[in-house]
């Protein structure tokens, strides 16, 4: 059961882990080349399936590292909670900073006709993401010291 439910922690973890740097790599930067309007359009239609989709990755790598935790003892345990307050962060941080965000951005009707009163959200769009992003690759790196030591 341990050994399944590690395979479980780590996969979850490298895809929350590889999805966010794979962003903060690569979609972030292509994001501030664009116009605004064009920027919006963009989030828009990129923002359609991660939502409903990673929120149960990142839950589900926290519970796995959660019962890893209740089933073994020793530094693992502690690690593995450990990965559990990461993974938690990564989730407070998406549904608390980026969210919100997100909904203003998908709330412009127009994106070729902003709001006089409308910031450009992207760079605090991108500290959050950074933070959530090393939150969940340290939450990996974790599960995986943890799941070495078990």
């Known amino acids: 059961m341990t050994s399944l439910l590690g395979v479980a922690a780590l996969l979850g973890g490298g895809i929350t ?7 903060a790599l690569s ?8 116009e605004t309007g064009t920027y919006v359009y963009a989030h828009r239609l990129l923002g ?3 939502d409903p989709t990673m929120p ?27 990965a559990v307050v990461l993974l938690l962060g990564v989730s407070a941080v998406s549904h608390l900073c980026n969210v919100p965000i997100n909904r203003r951005v ?14 450009d959200p ?12 090393a939150l969940a690759v340290l939450a990996l790196a974790v599960t995986a010291a943890a799941v070495t030591a078990a």
């Open 122 to 133: 992207r760079p605090l769009w991108r500290r959050w993401h950074l933070l959530r992003t």
């Open 27 to 34: 979609v972030v930067p292509a994001l501030f080349a664009m």
């Open 48 to 50: 359609r399936n991660w």
């Open 106 to 119: 998908k709330a412009v009707t127009d994106p070729t006709d902003l709001p006089a009163d409308w910031e």
């Open 17 to 23: 882990a590889g999805v966010l740097f794979a962003v």
């Open 56 to 82: 149960v990755i990142v839950l589900g790598s926290a519970l796995a590292n959660g019962a890893l935790a209740a089933l073994t003892g020793g530094p693992a345990r502690a690690l593995f909670l450990a």
